[in-house]
């Protein structure tokens, strides 16, 4: 009598490989729809490659950045809209390179899941590719991870890196001076911060997912998941019309943490609340978590998702330039001698 155990595949212990390579060929239109000069191969391979003479770069250097789109992705999950996480996801990426004063080339993302759903892992993806063409960024490969035992049913996990680009010598921040302008560039909510306090909230309050929202039209969920506004265009546009010496991404710590991480040493700023409104979405959030102005400015952006600090004679200009491109543009106050952030008015 034998005693040998039956054979075991890996589709018995959870991975299925099939699922990956038919989502790899899902996918495959929406990444050649983000393809831009530069961009040397397809998806498949063991590597990306991407030519910096073909992009147009004669004496490059290199930005990189990271990040997720954190616990907005709870609310994703549980209400199964998926289809702008991953927007999100580029978002958070590139508009922090493009702080650097680098223009994104190309994105690759990580997609980790217990049990791989093509279509869902489409839906998100797909979300990713169109961040990439609102960006400029090529989506040139990514890892989709199937790991049993490792995430509760239904859910996943996203991370994503972009690499940019700029020309030796013009890397921002550069010349930020007394008197510099800042320009504010409106948000789009509350973008992908402090959805652990969102959830917290919402908890609190009694609301489900799919309720009104008590701030506009449609359900909470949808709502909340408003995707983060993507700067990269307009704020490039900005720096090659000139008179840009820094930007700052407006992301976890708000306004008071994120604008002195591109000031000189010896300088702070000043800025008027009073010059912009809040949106409805942090207008209700911040009031039902009955949160006290400093404790708001340091975990929401409140509005603001992106500040430009500009030379006071470019201000005007910059203003027109921007807002052509699209933005809501409020200048909010100025750079002056000390440290930190110093407010006056009152957020409303």
Not at 70 to 77: Q, S
Not at 204 to 224: H, K, M, S, T
Not at 317 to 342: C, P, Y
Request: hydrophobic letters at 45%; one cysteine or more.
């Amino acid at each position: 009598m034998s005693d040998q155990k039956p054979g075991l595949t890996y589709a018995q212990a959870g991975v299925d490989i099939d699922a990956g390579n038919a989502l790899v060929d899902r996918i495959k239109p929406a990444a050649k729809s983000t393809s831009r000069p530069g961009v040397a191969s397809g998806l498949g391979g063991f590597g990306a490659l991407f030519d910096l003479k073909a992009a147009g770069y004669d004496d490059p250097v290199l930005v990189a950045a990271t990040d997720g789109v954190g616990t907005k992705l709870r609310i994703a999950i549980d209400t199964g809209l998926l289809d702008t996480v991953g927007i999100d996801l580029v978002a958070m990426c590139v508009n922090d390179l493009v702080c650097q004063g680098a223009e994104p080339l190309f994105f690759l993302d990580y997609f980790a899941t217990g049990k791989l759903s093509v279509d869902e892992g489409a839906r998100v993806i797909e979300g990713i590719a169109e961040g990439c063409r609102q960006s400029g960024a090529a989506l040139i490969g990514g890892e989709t991870a199937e790991m049993p035992g490792m995430y509760a049913k239904g859910d996943f996990d996203l991370a994503g890196f972009a690499v940019g680009a700029m020309e030796r010598g013009t890397a921002l921040p550069d010349g930020v001076a007394e008197d510099d302008v800042l320009l504010g560039l409106a948000s789009k909510g509350v973008h992908s911060n402090g959805y652990s306090l969102v959830r917290r909230i919402v908890e609190r309050e009694g609301l489900a997912w799919d309720a009104p929202a008590p701030f506009g039209d449609g359900p909470l969920g949808e709502a909340l998941l408003a995707p983060t506004k993507v700067y990269v265009r307009s704020c490039l546009g900005a720096i090659r019309t000139g008179g840009v010496h820094a930007l700052a991404h407006i992301t976890g710590g708000g306004l008071t943490e994120n604008l002195p991480r591109v000031l000189p040493d010896g300088l702070g700023a000043e800025i008027d609340l009073d010059t912009w409104s809040l949106p409805p979405v942090l207008d209700w959030l911040i009031g039902a978590a009955n949160m006290d102005e400093a404790e708001a400015l340091k975990t929401f952006n409140c509005g603001i998702g992106m500040i430009l600090v500009v030379e006071p004679s470019r201000a005007m200009a910059l203003t027109e330039a921007l807002t052509g491109a699209g933005e809501s543009v409020a200048q909010i106050g100025r750079i002056t001698a000390g440290d930190g952030v110093r407010y006056s008015g009152r957020l409303r």
